[in-house]
């Protein structure tokens, strides 16, 4: 009779490939479907069961040229086991399926105007979509180095960014269009033409603290018009030029979406309508990584679709 697996003293140490080639054998009772299932071949799973068998001084399987059965050692060992690798496989197929839903904190470092034309539109429409995932949204109008801030992605508008980033264009390029509050012309004749902008209070801003006033530049045909408007205020954000615009404070250039609700309300009214000017696209830059984290790639693939223009 056989005798069932007793060990006394300290127990050897098993490796997990044995007990796996093990596990397979005894569940199809044939070394060679256990061989194709593993990826080894049948004498590796023979070796392999002779050295665990050595290794518990014990035989788990009984071996003719014909069939293979378990003994009952063997059947004791399988019958705990198995239960024990299910569960690891269990475990297993749980962590890949948590890139099929990704979760985990999110932080997105945006500026306002980035924020309000791009992601607020989205946010909870992403929310619904993938409940597991929290987001943290950092609104600065800097390019922030994402690494060192423990940012998992940026926007900013335009493609120049820092070594080992990857960049991803959200939506098309950003288009700029005068605006004004009803207000501001109870006292004062609406501009017909560029070069009258000269006569007005116009609402400047800067590309960031302490930077260079952002330049009133208008498409026309073929060529740039650029003009040297004036203005008693100035901001940092375009957030600022926007309200100060709803106040009556002057005449802004600003984004056309960013200004999309004002417009529709009544608030603001688009003025010298044949001149725009053209800025780039805003972009999602995050670093380069041989393994994305779930919740990065499923933001990614959900706000370039999001964004994408509609094709008619």
Known sequence: MNKKVIIDGPPSPLHL?????????????????????????PTAVSRTIKNLEAQLAVRLFNRTTRSVSLTEAGTSLNASLAPALALIRNSLSQAVLATDQPSGMLRLSASYVAYR?????????????????????????????????????????????????ISVQLGTVQKRIVVAAPDYFRDRTEPA??????????????????GRLYDWRFADREQTVHIDVQGRLMFDEMRGVLDAAIQGRGIAFVLEQFARQELKSGVLRHILTPHFGWDDAFHLYYPHREHMPGKLRAFVNFMRAATSPAIE
Do not use: W
């Open 17 to 41: 490939p044995g007990l796996i080639t093990f596990e397979a054998a005894a569940r199809h009772l044939n070394f060679a479907r256990a061989a194709a299932e593993i990826g080894v071949t």
């Open 117 to 165: 034309i791009l992601i607020e539109p989205h946010l909870a429409a992403f929310l619904e979509r993938y409940p597991l995932i929290n987001v943290e949204v950092s609104l600065d109008n800097q390019l922030s180095d994402i690494v060192n801030s423990g940012f998992d992605v940026g926007i900013r508008m335009g493609r120049k960014l820092q070594n080992d980033m």
């Open 193 to 210: 033409t560029i070069a009258e902008l000269l006569a007005h209070d116009c609402l400047r801003q800067r590309y960031s603290v302490g």
